[in-house]
């Protein structure tokens, strides 16, 4: 490492330090920072810049929690208020939860290990850039933004040691969305038609279950969703890449100008609907599969107090070592306002 780029590492660990309100003693080595926790107010500000770096967290609930374990916080209003009660005959007007109709599950935050390293080479290169701290902070938060919509789209597991290599897609983190409605509403799942069951077969032709992805949707919504929310301007349809292809329509390629239109567009809006819903790709989702809801009803809960972190020079390797880790967890707000399809062939039964 240049000896340049060490002067900016030291003072960007510096910064770290006074920002978290460290004590001398933990930055009596240049450059070094012994595990620490977080301060709530870093921890804020950190959760609240991924939703400015992707487009997806933006859209969806980034939760923070006092509990490391407990029943669904319940972000919005999901059941109606209206009654009456006939007093008259002695009966007592009882106000309920109106933040989900169903509590099956309960969250857990679970410890988990974003840690990376930086290359000497690497902060050699960052080093001639003005926004040296700035870089170094957002490039590992865009990669952690990537890492949470994976998880939650694909984990069906938290194991105790993970394997990223047996597991590219992360499956073995955390409990993800999809996992949990298979798991504790499977009423609102669909896996297979009734040609067989292995295949939800989509074709105008031969043998399939829906002559289109439009007759697929529309009988999905009516028949797996509660109906209150059937009717919900907010609803969209989440697929697959595999089910987005030009044959059946063409992403809108958005572009803007503003600062918020800045961030990273993860979520792709298609040119039409699909059963009357609006249609989005977004990151990481499994292919053949299709998942009605609204971005509200899906929640990334983390635990306040719980983030560490550590910084060590590594010259072996020469390279800078970042230990971080935090509790989260992966929540479904409501089932009820889920239609989640899988193993959908667009392709007639052979």
């Not at 997806?56 to 916080?73: E, H, L």
């Amino acid at each position: 490492m240049q000896t340049s780029t060490r002067l900016l590492l030291n003072a960007f660990v510096a910064q770290v330090a006074k920002l978290n309100g460290l004590p001398e003693a933990f930055t009596a080595t240049p450059g070094k920072l012994d595990k620490f926790n977080v301060s709530p107010q870093i921890e804020q500000r950190l959760q609240a810049k991924l939703r400015t770096i992707s487009d997806f967290m933006s859209r969806i609930n980034v939760v923070p929690v006092v509990n490391q374990q407990g029943g669904r916080v319940g972000v919005g209003v999901n059941r109606s208020l209206a009654s009456r009660t006939n007093r008259g005959a002695g009966n007592k007007r009882s106000p309920q939860d109106v933040t989900g109709s169903d509590q099956i599950d309960k969250y857990l935050c679970t410890k988990t290990d974003y840690d990376y390293a930086w290359p000497y080479e690497l902060l050699d290169a960052w080093a001639h850039e003005p926004a040296f701290q700035q870089l170094c902070r957002d490039a590992v938060l865009a990669q952690k933004a990537e890492d949470i919509m994976c998880i939650g789209f694909n984990g069906v597991d938290a194991a105790v040691e993970t394997d990223r290599e047996e597991f590219p897609l992360l499956q073995d983190v955390n409990y993800g969305w999809l996992h949990k409605i298979r798991e504790y509403a499977p009423a609102r799942r669909m896996a297979h038609g009734g040609l067989d069951n292995a295949k939800i077969y989509v074709s105008p032709e031969g043998s399939a279950d829906y002559t289109n992805l439009d007759a697929l949707v529309f009988d999905a919504v009516q028949n797996l969703m509660h109906e209150r929310f059937r009717t919900a301007t907010d609803l969209v349809v989440m697929v697959g890449s595999d089910l987005v292809h030009d044959k059946y329509f063409k992403i809108v390629e958005q572009a803007g100008n503003t600062a918020t239109e800045q961030v990273a567009r993860d979520v792709l809006m298609s040119s039409r609907q699909i059963g009357g819903k609006p249609t989005v790709q977004v990151p990481f989702f499994p292919n053949g599969s299709l998942l009605v809801t609204s971005f509200k009803n899906l929640s990334y809960y983390w635990q306040i107090g719980s983030a560490r972190r550590a910084i060590q020079d590594n010259p072996s390797l020469d390279q800078i070592d970042n230990f971080e880790s935090i509790n989260d967890a992966f929540m479904v707000e409501e089932y009820g306002k889920c239609a989640f399809l899988e193993n959908i062939e667009l392709a007639p039964k052979a």
